[in-house]
């Protein structure tokens, strides 16, 4: 249920010459103006700045604005401070949309009719959307701190160990049978030439022993669930066929096993040899 009436300020934002380079930002807050429940409609240079804020915060006190809309960049930039200003004005946070004619309208065209015609509907949809808002509220809750790492390639790896070094349970997931990813097929790496074993081996070794990192290799995500804090993750564990708990590495098992396809082996001085389908075995 709709708590108030609306009565929507709409601000759209030139940001410089990024939006107002290819977007008509008259027009747009022209257009804006005979939206439904719309009471202002403006343009202003920058609506991040200072100035900018204040205008929404003075409209919201002076004219009883309770839903505001801001047409600007993504609201990964800006949508906190916009919040923020809704918040000083008196008027509940959430009562704010974002329209994003920078990033989704004038840095992806060139056509300026097009833009503008873009960013007219990209504001009604905002517009709409922002009558429907409802007053919400933070609250802090219990989540569950664990971390799920996918892929124990280098980058995995140091991700996994940064964060099991800050504390927090990681499981790393490795799809392969073993850790290090294409960083351990490598003798040097480019540019610097550096010996990549002797990057990526304490990485192996910390990551091994890492009271805080459950490694699970030749796993892969069967099933995620769940939202934000309170994932449920389900894993499906590859069946090795050997007793994990004796397993020492040899590779021994590789030559003994019956299987005719096999997509690697491991020769006599422990390099990994990969296999089509159709490589004779
Ligand atoms: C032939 C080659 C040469 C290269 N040479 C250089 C170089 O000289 N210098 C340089 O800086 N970079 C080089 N690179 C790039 C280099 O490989 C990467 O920068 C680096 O290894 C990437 O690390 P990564 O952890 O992001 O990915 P990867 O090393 O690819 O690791 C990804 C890991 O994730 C696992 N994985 C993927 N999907 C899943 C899944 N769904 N579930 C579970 N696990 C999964 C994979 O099995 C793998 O172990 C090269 C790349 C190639 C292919």
């Keep these: 249920m709709r708590e108030s009436i609306p009565k929507i300020g709409v601000y759209v934002c030139h940001c410089g010459t990024n939006i107002s380079g290819k977007v008509d930002v ?16 403006k343009n202003y240079k920058f609506m991040c700045s200072k100035p900018g804020q204040q205008l929404i915060i003075d409209d919201i006190r002076e004219n009883g604005l309770n839903r505001v809309v801001v047409a600007s960049c993504s609201p990964r930039m800006h ?32 056509d300026r009719a097009a833009a503008t015609q873009k960013a007219k509907d990209l504001v009604r949809g905002a517009v709409a959307r922002v009558a429907h808002h409802q007053q919400l509220t933070s609250r802090v809750v219990e989540i569950n701190p664990n971390v799920l790492v996918i892929g124990g390639g280098i980058a995995g790896m140091q991700a996994a160990l940064d964060i099991a070094d800050g504390g927090k349970k990681v499981y790393l997931v490795e799809r392969e049978p073993s850790i290090g ?19 990526i081996t304490p990485k192996l070794v910390a990551v091994g022993q890492h009271e805080n990192i459950e490694l699970m290799t030749y796993s892969e995500i069967a099933d995620v669930s769940g939202f934000v804090g309170n994932f449920t993750i389900k894993i499906r564990k590859k069946a090795r066929y050997i007793d994990i708990n004796k397993c020492t590495g040899c590779g021994e098992c590789t030559r003994a096993c019956v299987v005719k396809y096999r997509p690697y082996t491991i020769d006599e001085t422990g390099q990994i040899k990969m296999h089509s389908k159709e490589a004779d075995l």
């Excluded at 919040?83 to 989704?104: D, L, S, V, W």
């Design 79 to 110: 949508e906190k401070t916009f919040r923020k200003a809704c918040h000083t004005a008196g008027i509940n946070p959430y009562y704010f949309q974002m329209a994003c004619i920078r990033e989704h309208v004038s840095w992806v065209t060139e």
């Design 26 to 41: 008259e027009a747009v807050s022209e257009y804006a103006a005979h939206l439904p429940h719309v009471a202002i409609a």
């Design 181 to 199: 990813g294409n960083m351990a097929k490598f003798d040097k790496t480019f540019p610097t030439l550096d010996c990549a074993a002797c990057i």
